[in-house]
């Protein structure tokens, strides 16, 4: 059947949204119309949450049997209140890592649960600040590909929708990862999308890497402090949010703890704009051991110590790299320098990518 056009289709900066075509788009919700608006991963086809005939309209649009429910976007956490009475701790957790965001949770309200979206796009966060909470889906008809730009919507739905925001081609062009949350704490990847199911594990199950050498004050703290600038560089994100993402950097020597860390050692990660001005060294223990999903220690020996002492770690437990990193206790600062760049390479091009992918 041939698609007539939509009534309005009106170009939008993403960046910067102009409040007239916003205010345009929440008059036509308010009319119970269907409103199109972009978001970072594809285009959305919304109605107004509180409205039983824009909802049906919706359906009707998309082709939706009545028993498979649309997905709550909303703007602001604050939004969530009075869908969800308590989020719950891991929810907590998913929305501070991934909100906003390419992420759906499926909170367990009801029988069937409550889906929310809260997308990393301003139109799309600014026309729902004004309306109020939207039921949307994905700008196609049900069993067809996913409307990434305004002319596959005009294609879908014609003079089904009110008005359509334009901002051109969707960025990332794939749609939301959908995780379902129960009660008893676990959690089900219901569709698979930009955000994998490792990196859900991690932010509910935390990642838990321990650097290991012999008195906390040089090698392992430098680690500590470089590993942690290479997780928020590839992240995209300040290195104190790491643990809202899931990764829990630290460090341990062997030796008794209590003292700083090197003034060397100080001076070099200053140097590469890191500080280890605070650090405080501490000594191995068997609750550490036990915490930590990996241990890496700066070379053979304290592998050995550890196995030793503690036999269960042991499939945990790895070197740095073959050889080890030499201790540079006592040498000067040139010394710790190159103790440094060889901890950096060897987590660039040993680690990184494994414990990003764990």
């Known amino acids: 059947m041939e698609s007539h056009l939509p009534s309005r289709v009106i170009s939008i900066d993403e960046n910067q949204p102009n409040p007239d075509v916003i205010q345009q788009a929440v008059d036509a919700l308010f009319q ?21 005939s824009a909802i049906e309209k919706l359906r009707t649009a998309k082709g939706r049997d009545e028993l498979k429910p649309f997905t709550l976007h909303i703007a602001d956490v604050e939004q969530l209140t009075g869908w969800v009475a308590d989020p719950g701790h891991d ?9 906003p965001g390419p992420l759906t949770i499926i909170f367990p309200v009801g029988e069937q649960g409550v889906g929310v979206r809260l997308p990393a796009n301003e139109v799309a966060r ?9 039921f949307a889906s994905s700008a196609n008809r049900s069993g067809e590909s996913a409307a990434t730009t305004v002319e596959d919507v005009v294609s879908a739905f014609g003079d089904q929708v009110s008005l359509v925001l334009d901002a051109g081609p969707s960025p990332l062009g794939e749609a939301s990862t959908i995780v379902r949350l129960t009660e008893n704490g676990d959690f089900q990847v219901v569709r698979d999308g930009l955000i994998g199911a490792s990196q859900i594990r991690r932010v509910l199950r935390g990642l838990k890497v321990l650097f290991v050498c012999t008195g906390n004050t040089c090698r392992s703290p430098m680690a500590e402090a470089l590993l942690k600038k290479l997780l928020a560089q ?34 070099v990660m200053e140097k590469m704009s890191l500080s280890i001005e605070t650090h405080h060294s501490t000594q191995l223990t068997s609750t550490q051991v036990d915490d930590s999903d990996i241990i890496i220690t700066m070379d053979h020996s304290h592998r050995t110590v550890i196995e030793s002492n503690f036999p269960n770690a ?12 030499r201790d540079p206790i006592g040498g000067s600062e040139e010394i710790y320098r190159r103790c440094a760049e060889e901890i950096e390479r060897s987590l660039e091009n040993r680690w990184l990518e494994g414990i990003i992918s764990r």
Request: proline share 5%; charged share 20%; aromatic share 6%.
């Open 126 to 134: 600014e026309l729902i600040r004004s309306s109020g909470p939207l």
């Open 234 to 267: 590839h992240l995209d994100c300040p290195q104190e949010k790491l643990p809202e993402a899931g990764y829990h950097v630290s460090s341990a020597g062997i030796a008794s703890g209590g003292g700083s860390a090197t003034s060397q050692a100080r001076t």
């Open 32 to 52: 119970d119309e269907l409103v199109v608006f972009p978001t970072e991963t594809i285009y959305g086809i919304g109605a107004r949450a509180d409205s039983d």
């Open 91 to 99: 929810a907590k957790q998913l929305m501070a890592a991934f909100w």
């Open 314 to 325: 042991l499939e945990k437990v790895q070197v740095i790299n073959d050889t080890g990193v």
